[in-house]
């Protein structure tokens, strides 16, 4: 259990990663996260970014393009903080887990 909470919680990393460089939308994003290796479902993936834009770390803006109502999400201040907070703990992580650097 606790791997697949380690995964859930990179998933919405590189969501924010990605919303603070620009709108993203859904199918975008799990193209994206294929790409890493993530096998995401549309099914979780728009409840986390439901979630996300609750907890205030992103704003949803809906764009009709092609006839279709496409929903693009992008980073809040507050998801930038949490980007931000997000890189100092996978620093500190990567230094001791990785390469094996103890802390201090």
């Known amino acids: 259990m606790a791997l697949r909470d380690l995964e859930l919680g990179a998933i919405r990393v590189h969501i924010l990663y990605h919303a603070a460089r620009?709108?993203?939308?859904?199918?975008?994003?799990?193209?994206?996260?294929e790409r890493h290796g993530y096998?995401?479902?549309?099914?979780?993936?728009?409840?986390t970014l439901h979630r996300m834009e609750?907890?205030?770390?992103?704003?949803?803006?809906?764009?009709?393009?092609g006839g279709r109502v496409r929903k693009y999400y992008t980073a809040t201040e507050r998801?930038?903080?949490?980007?931000e907070r997000a890189r100092r703990i996978l620093r500190e992580l990567h230094r001791e887990v990785v390469e094996g650097v103890e802390p201090g």
């Open 22 to 33: 620009g709108p993203v939308y859904g199918s975008w994003m799990v193209r994206e996260l």
């Open 39 to 47: 096998r995401l479902s549309y099914g979780t993936l728009y409840p």
């Open 54 to 65: 609750r907890e205030g770390l992103l704003v949803r803006e809906e764009r009709v393009e």
């Open 79 to 83: 998801g930038l903080e949490e980007l």
